[in-house]
């Protein structure tokens, strides 16, 4: 009887550890819940006029055109 309770205080303690191992800073304070079609994340930063000129340049090269 003592082992079997030894057993199960153990394992209560390891789930209990687990749970709070997986309580991380940065989660806590996310936004849970989100609207539907709106981005609600950092907003980014503005991509250079090169940037944006070799981006268009990739694209064209993936869709089968030419430079």
């Known amino acids: 009887m003592m082992l079997l309770r030894k057993i199960t205080v153990l394992t209560l303690s390891a789930l209990l550890l687990t ?3 997986g309580c ?6 996310r936004p849970l819940a989100s609207e539907k079609g709106v981005y609600s994340g ?3 930063t503005k991509l ?5 000129r070799m981006l268009r340049q990739r694209s064209r090269l993936q869709a089968g055109g030419t430079l």
């Open 42 to 44: 950092p907003t980014g």
């Open 19 to 21: 749970g709070l191992g």
């Open 24 to 29: 991380r800073e940065e989660d806590r304070n």
């Open 48 to 52: 250079t006029d090169e940037q944006m």
